[in-house]
T-cell receptor, first 113, second 115 residues
């Protein structure tokens, strides 16, 4: 069964610290993987996208990695800020033939001053 | 401005009173989808559509209906709402064609309470 699992479920860090969120997937076939940021009560917004051939992608203080062999992705946040407090959702998309989005349940990050 | 617009943003209703949540996108996207989000369960897909007049069930379609008569609109219909449909609902759309990576663009959400 196609699944996306994220860990940890929640995380609390101090402002300025780094953190890494994990995403493991069993989706096959695979087209791409995106990390979305969702502020409380708002719609998710895309942060990064990884395709099969990409290992690393950065967007400011956010760096995503992908290991297609082990089917693992991570999102690393550097020098966290209070505004990073949000849920981070890993979403895997299947190729055009099926065109499915498989969602993880998210990691809730809280950054404290 | 490219956007997905949902209405209403907030709604309190009573059991059995039919309601419709509208969703409109201005990006000429083929794919549109509805999700509900409940604490601890993440986003769960209700229905999706890959083009006009083409709709299909997601993971939790019971109690919901949709229609796709125009490319830009994808309303969610609750014929007889029940308290277990109290949730935060999101509409999303994406461009499927032309090698696009299919980024989902989400609306701002509609918080529904059924008493």
């Amino acid at each position: 069964k196609n699944q996306v699992e994220q860990s940890p479920q929640s995380l609390i860090i101090l402002e300025g610290k780094n953190c890494t969120l994990q995403c493991n997937y069993t989706v096959s076939p695979f087209s791409n993987l995106r990390w979305y940021k969702q502020d409380t009560g708002r719609g998710p917004v895309s942060l990064t996208i990884m395709t099969f051939s990409e290992n690393t992608k950065s967007n400011g203080r956010y760096t995503a990695t992908l290991d297609a062999d082990t089917k693992q992705s991570s999102l690393h946040i550097t020098a966290s800020q209070l505004s990073d407090s949000a849920s981070y959702i890993c979403v895997v998309r299947t190729p055009s033939g099926t065109y499915k989005y498989i969602f993880g349940t998210g990691t809730r990050l809280k950054v404290l001053a | 401005e490219a956007q997905v617009t949902q209405n209403p943003r907030y709604l309190i209703t009573v059991t059995g009173k039919k309601l419709t949540v509208t969703c409109s996108q201005n990006m000429n996207h083929e794919y549109m989808s509805w999700y509900r989000q409940d604490p601890g369960l993440g986003l769960r897909q209700i229905y999706y559509s890959m083009n006009v007049e083409v709709t299909d069930k997601g993971d939790v379609p019971e109690g919901y209906k949709v229609s796709r008569k125009e490319k830009r609109n994808f309303p969610l219909i609750l014929e007889s709402p029940s308290p277990n449909q109290t949730s935060l609902y999101f509409c999303a759309s994406s461009l499927m064609a032309g090698g696009n990576t299919g980024e989902l663009f989400f609306g701002e959400g509609s918080r529904l309470t059924v008493l």
